[in-house]
């Protein structure tokens, strides 16, 4: 069954330079990259995409971590798609915790505990159908995807857009 996945290659990540080794991993699935940009994360978007652990005592430092506090100030986001794509990039990625993955996962051989408690697990990925569809859709605007992976509709706007020079 084909299907859809968010991926985000967090500010640990990228400040360890390690976007060409998750990317050269995520290869092995055989899926198609769909969807690709960089995003300062705002605090809007952090909270909207944890919501869930709103209660839970670490919400404050994961949003401080998504948000680049720590690290560099940038996400890269990326959908991809295909054959049991969530399935096949959940389990190159590993456990969230990278003292429980395997060490041959992505956070297996690239993530850490901090000594203040932090999760730098170096990527996200969508747990479900349900997740990634909010999650793409809270990432990505349709226009951004070149793919049809969800119904749309044509809506007139006026709205300012930067050009270039």
């Known amino acids: 069954m084909n299907n859809q996945t968010l991926i985000l290659i967090k500010p640990d ?3 360890k330079s ?9 290869s092995e699935t055989k899926l198609d990259i769909v969807g690709a940009r ?12 944890y919501r ?19 690290h560099k100030k940038k996400v890269m986001a990326l959908v991809y798609y295909g054959e049991n794509a969530i399935s096949k990039v959940r389990e190159i990625c590993g456990k969230t915790n990278p003292e429980e993955a395997d060490s ?11 000594t203040a408690g932090v999760y730098e697990n170096v990527m ?4 479900n159908p349900q997740d990634a569809e909010r999650e793409i859709k809270l990432w990505f ?3 951004e995807i070149i793919a049809d992976i969800y119904s749309t509709i044509e809506v007139e706007e006026q709205t300012k857009t930067l050009k270039w020079q």
Not at 53 to 64: E, H, I, Q, S, T
Not at 104 to 114: E, L
Not at 124 to 127: D, E, G, M, N, Q
Request: proline share 3%; hydrophobic share 40%; net charge negative.
């Open 13 to 15: 990540g990228l400040t």
């Open 18 to 26: 390690l976007t060409g080794n998750v990317l050269s991993r995520l």
């Open 38 to 49: 960089m995003v300062q994360v705002s605090r809007e978007l952090a909270e909207e995409h």
């Open 52 to 70: 869930e652990l709103k209660d839970k005592p670490f919400f404050d430092d994961l949003v401080k971590y998504i948000m680049g506090e720590y």
């Open 104 to 114: 041959v996962s992505i956070r297996g051989a690239y993530g850490r505990i901090t």
């Open 124 to 127: 996200h990925a969508s747990a």
């Open 141 to 143: 605007t349709p226009d």
